[in-house]
């Protein structure tokens, strides 16, 4: 008999809170700042003897959402990450794009994720959040 309760009380809690039950299916994704990166005498951004797009003029486009400029100074936050979809990251210089990739949140083991920029190689990369501690999204 109180198996029967604890099972109906699953289900009722589950009928009368079906937002929870949909948030469980969406990530999110932490988006650290840009890093300060070495510039050569005329000014120009250097990595590891290549040139890249200053931070100041990047911006990131996600799916349908629109482009938002890369923060310098502070982690953003994206929220409603759907877990069983494809998603479309798009890195822009000056408005052009740069760099583009597809990730799903289920290919990795948490549903908070981390963009960051890995300033030794020049190019943006995904991480568990966990894994990451540059980025600082709440």
Known sequence: ???KRTILSVV??????PVGIAD??????????GPELPKSPDGQVVLRGEL??????LSLKIDSQPTRPWSV???????????KVSH???????????????????EFKSRELCLFINDLYGTVQLWEKK?????KCK
């Open 88 to 106: 479309r990251v798009v890195i822009f210089c000056e408005g052009k794009a740069q760099q583009s990739f597809r990730f799903s949140c289920s």
């Open 12 to 17: 009722l809690a589950g009928a009368l809170c």
């Open 52 to 57: 890249f797009c200053e931070v100041e003029k």
């Open 1 to 3: 008999m109180r198996i």
């Open 73 to 83: 100074k502070s982690s953003a936050r994206i929220d409603g990450l759907d877990l």
């Open 131 to 135: 894994r990451s501690p540059w980025c």
């Open 24 to 33: 469980s299916a969406l990530g999110s994704l932490c988006i650290a700042p």
